[in-house]
């Protein structure tokens, strides 16, 4: 029997021009997470990452810690179709365009009054956003749908598990979204939001495990994060 650790990457720029790089507490959370792995003996036989920069910055500050722990880490795969899905991209597109819905005013006027809850309102916002989006009501040119973005995901999953040889422990470091639709897939879940709402779950440097055996595919553990304190967690 085989296992998948898929690890959501570390806490990125959130609020920042470029979303795509890790924050100061990011970067502790990644170097965390790779002593903790090392303190586990935990020796992967492959590892695979997406081509975002944050998800490639929390494996390669990984991959440090095995090194100073005297562990070995594989060089990592490049794997296009572990990014994440491209709501935010959209949503920085299409929002100025929906300044009339009667929601988005109502949490615009809530900020106003309130605006030391920015963070929160932020966060109802783009669900609200990101559901319209998954519903298909939402299609904004050049982005790719999430349609497409969960096939994506799917033939990523589908690829590492035909490479994997028996008793074989493989990395996936990759984004919440992708971790929500593999986890979708695996659980046979049908309906689209409640495997996208999978991705507000999903903390920061978390690790979900996967059993494979004989084409059989489990879930294992969901979103487990032993390795931060309180102070240290978030999920976005």
């Given at each position: 029997m085989?296992?998948?650790y898929?690890?959501?990457?570390?806490?990125a720029s959130i609020g920042k021009a470029n979303y795509d790089v890790l924050s100061t507490n990011g970067e502790k959370q990644a170097a965390e997470l790779g002593k903790y792995l090392c303190?586990?003996?935990?020796i992967f036989d492959k590892v695979y990452v997406g081509n975002l920069q944050r998800q490639k910055h929390t494996q390669e500050i990984v991959a440090k810690e095995y090194i100073s722990s005297g562990l070995t880490m594989p060089k990592p795969i490049i794997l296009e179709d572990l990014n994440e899905h491209q709501a935010?991209?959209?949503m920085k597109i299409e929002m100025p365009k929906m300044l009339e819905d009667e929601y988005l005013k109502s949490l615009k006027e809530k900020l106003i009054r309130n605006p030391e809850n920015k963070h929160s309102v932020m966060m109802l916002g783009f669900k609200y956003f990101f559901h319209k989006w998954v519903n298909n009501e939402i299609i904004v040119e050049g982005i790719i749908p999430w349609k497409e973005f969960r096939k994506n995901s799917i033939n990523a999953l589908n690829q590492?598990?035909?490479?994997i040889k028996k008793g074989e422990k493989i990395a996936v470091f990759s984004s919440g979204g992708t971790i929500s639709s593999m986890i979708g897939e695996v659980l046979g879940i049908k309906r689209e939001i409640a495997i996208a709402n999978l991705n507000f779950s999903v903390r920061n440097t978390s690790f979900s495990k996967l059993l494979y055996s004989d084409k059989d595919t489990n879930l294992l553990t969901f979103n487990e994060l032993p390795h931060l304190k309180d102070e240290m967690i978030t999920f976005v």
């Open positions: 085989s296992k998948i898929l690890f959501r990457h570390a806490q303190n586990k003996k935990l935010t991209e959209a590492i598990k035909s490479e």
